[in-house]
């Protein structure tokens, strides 16, 4: 089976743009959750994506948002851009209907760069 | 407020040592717990869970303990070897049922000497 696909691997941005990342779970799995990676502030989940409806959501402004489609292929997307949110974006796909020990599998991140 | 801690100062063993890999929580109730393992430019893979109810959990050469009292589970690699060396991370899902979202600690690199 293919694992987790994110795309694109890198990207450099502006201050005030937007920008929108995609994920690609594992076949047959139909949760997506986003985290952020940062030396600061270590991993920290964004949000959850089941069935195309958002089930969970961390503790992040509303210039983030998500969604998931029919085939659970999932895109975040982050407005207005700042300095801060450069980071590693990670995906992690998982069945969803396992309970909250369920094992997530994480892609390989989008670097974001934001100058 | 809720904390997962774990040691931030690498750590450096040689080959065929254990390797003993702390993570301390509080303000926690955590129904599981789990390790990954994190290697530069990658995403974490994960190793290993076990339940709050479990005291131990075995594969292969890991092995993981959970002690709810005192808050902690340690994380040990036996025999350990260079292809070791790498940022271990655990991670808690609270206990609430159906929610997956994993709250991490900042992880704690491991470097193998040969």
């Known amino acids: 089976k293919a694992g987790v696909t994110q795309t694109p691997r890198y990207l450099i941005k502006t201050r005030g743009q937007q920008v929108t990342l995609s994920c690609s779970p594992i076949s047959g799995h139909r949760s997506v959750s986003w985290y952020q990676q940062t030396p600061g502030q270590g991993l920290q989940f964004l949000f959850e994506y089941f069935s195309e409806t958002q089930r969970n959501k961390g503790n992040f402004p509303g210039r983030f948002s998500g969604r998931q489609f029919s085939n659970s292929r999932s895109e975040m997307n982050v407005s207005t851009l700042e300095l801060g949110d450069s980071a590693l974006y990670l995906c992690a796909s998982s069945l969803g209907t396992g309970g909250s020990g369920e094992t997530q599998y994480f892609g390989p991140g989008t670097r974001l760069l934001v100058l | 407020s809720q904390k997962i801690e774990q040691n931030s100062e690498a750590l450096n063993i040689q080959e065929g040592k254990t390797a003993t890999l702390t993570c301390n929580y509080t303000n926690y109730s955590p129904a599981y717990l789990q390790w990954y393992r994190q290697d530069p430019g990658r995403g974490p893979v994960f190793l290993l869970l076990?339940?709050?109810?479990?005291k131990e959990k075995r594969k292969e050469r890991l092995k993981v303990t959970f002690d709810t009292t005192l808050k902690q589970s340690l994380f040990h690699i036996t025999a350990s070897q260079p292809a070791d060396s790498a940022t271990y991370l655990c991670?808690?899902?609270?206990?609430?049922?159906?929610?997956?979202?994993?709250?991490f600690g900042s992880g704690t690199r491991l470097q193998v000497q040969p």
């Open positions: 076990i339940r709050e109810n479990e």
């Open positions: 991670a808690l899902v609270p206990f609430y049922t159906g929610r997956r979202a994993l709250t």
